[in-house]
């Protein structure tokens, strides 16, 4: 039961010398395996330091956090280090060596053979979709979004279960911020990797979290599912945070798969569509630019399947 | 010196080791070679460690910088990894400061071969004794077969030093 847990906090405090209030107080939180976590908070709200507490690059005062069941304090720390994944913000690739020296060298401290480290290399570059003609440049021929996306091989090169992610992407400008995004998380989906995620950015905590964390002046607020945290705020501060008033949001995590109504055969011919996965605020957006009653939704094959009317998108039911 | 002020406030130890040295910088060679006189007498042996004195400096300035330099998230993202201490060293922390480590040495060995020539001052030979023999003697052929071989040393050595630097930081250019 216990290894579904893959980071378990166990009364994590972590008062840094010198200051009055702890960063983290009393921090319980359970993460199960292959989920994605995002942790969002303001600026000292001890996100971050509970992120770099899970590899020890900060110490907890007091409390245990636990790594698929067993003490992160069991085993040497550098061990520990290898078997989780980190990305950070100021992406920190090693400028003396190539990409490809960059990637492999968890795998090298493993001692990996030649082969194996070759062609764990060309996947994770292909994973991140970087050419392989890349291998032999070195960091600053890269840009900002590639030499994260370097980050983010370097940091899986040794497939690791965990990865832990302290605003990755925060450094980086809009349009290839959102282009890492859907990749990462389509990455995340395709390998289950138990994520945890630190940002600062609302939009981007309810896109990437299958679960996020709410936290503020040290303690997690709230800890729930991307919508739960939208429609039932457990205080006033997430709920200003979230700004769960803001109706758009809310329409954005709705699939139109989940609100689509049976066809009953007198829908327009000419009714736009769109498709299952698309959100609630694609069908308003829709239902605003083409003037139509219906959407109808349709699947990957370009089936009919049902159709959203202006009914659905009032959330009563919530 | 700014920069290195504010790190020995951090560290008063590095600091102490640090301001030492600074000190030792300020002291003209040919007064080095001069207090060295008293204690150890004339000859090649005072001349060499006064001279070994003057090299320190500029080298263990440098490559306490180079190492202060290096960027610290470059240093968590390599801890992250699990690299122990001395894995960073010799991977991380070294190559990366040894461009400026480079520059100390350079230094060095362009003043060294500067103030080898005032060696000749306590006695310690070399192609200073031209220079000196020279100038006293008013014979200024004397003077350049000491002066231009010096010249020549001290660019020569430049040349060699500017040459590694610029291989072992390629990767700083490369575009």
């Known amino acids: 039961m216990i290894q579904q847990d893959a980071i378990v906090f166990d009364r994590i405090t972590k008062t840094f010398p010198g200051t009055a209030r702890p960063a983290v107080s009393e921090t319980n939180l359970v993460i199960e395996r292959g989920a994605f976590v995002t942790i969002v908070g303001s600026s000292g709200s001890g996100k971050t330091t509970l992120l770099k507490m899970v590899n020890r690059i900060i110490e907890p005062t007091s409390g245990t956090i636990y790594l698929f069941g067993t003490d992160i304090r069991q085993k040497p720390v550098t061990e520990l280090r290898r078997s989780i994944g980190y990305v950070i913000q100021q992406i920190g690739l090693f400028p003396h060596m190539t990409i490809e020296e960059n990637i492999a060298t968890v795998p090298r401290i493993l001692g990996w053979s030649r082969q194996t480290i070759e062609a764990r290399v060309n996947f994770l570059l292909d994973l991140v979709r970087l050419p392989a003609s890349y291998k032999k440049r070195y960091p600053r021929q890269l840009s900002g979004g590639q030499q994260q996306r370097v980050g983010i091989a370097r940091a899986m090169a040794g497939d690791p279960d965990v990865l832990l992610m302290d605003e990755p992407f925060g450094a980086i400008d809009a349009i290839t911020r959102k282009e890492l995004q859907d990749e990462f998380l389509a990455i995340q989906k395709q390998l289950v990797k138990t994520v945890l995620f630190v940002t600062h950015d609302m939009d981007e905590a309810l896109k990437l979290g299958d679960r996020i964390v709410v936290m503020h002046e040290g303690k997690v607020l709230q800890y729930g599912p991307p919508f739960h945290i939208l429609s039932q705020p457990a205080t006033p501060f997430v709920s200003r945070l979230t700004q769960s008033d803001n109706l758009f949001r809310q329409l954005d995590l709705i699939k139109a798969s989940e609100k689509m109504i049976p066809l009953n055969g007198r829908e327009d011919a000419n009714a736009p569509h769109i498709h299952t996965r698309d959100s609630l605020k694609k069908a308003l957006q829709t239902l605003l630019q083409t003037n139509a009653d219906d959407i109808i939704v349709i699947d990957d094959a370009g089936q009919r399947l049902g159709k959203i009317t202006l009914e659905q998108l009032r959330l009563t039911d919530r | ?175």
Request: no cysteine; glycine share 10%; proline share 5%.
């Open chain 2, 1 to 175: 010196m700014e920069i290195i002020f504010y790190y020995n406030t951090k560290q008063w130890l590095s600091g102490a080791i640090m301001g030492l040295f600074n000190a030792l910088r300020v002291i003209p060679s040919l007064a080095i070679l001069v207090l060295i006189l008293p204690l150890m007498g004339t000859g090649f042996a005072p001349a060499l460690v006064a001279l070994t004195l003057l090299a320190v400096p500029p080298i263990l300035i440098n490559s306490f910088l180079g190492f202060r330099n290096v960027d610290p998230h470059i240093i968590e993202a390599a801890n992250g990894m699990g690299m122990g201490a001395r894995m960073l060293m010799r991977k991380i922390e070294f190559p990366l400061a040894t461009p400026l480590i480079l520059s100390g040495i350079k230094t060095a060995a362009v003043e060294v071969v500067a103030s080898a020539t005032l060696a000749a001052f306590i006695g310690g030979g070399g192609l200073g004794t031209f220079i000196i023999n020279g100038l006293s003697l008013y014979n200024f052929s004397l003077l350049l077969v000491g002066a231009i071989p010096v010249a020549i040393l001290a660019m020569t050595s430049e040349l060699i030093l500017s040459s590694i630097e610029k291989m072992t930081t390629r990767y700083q250019r490369i575009s």
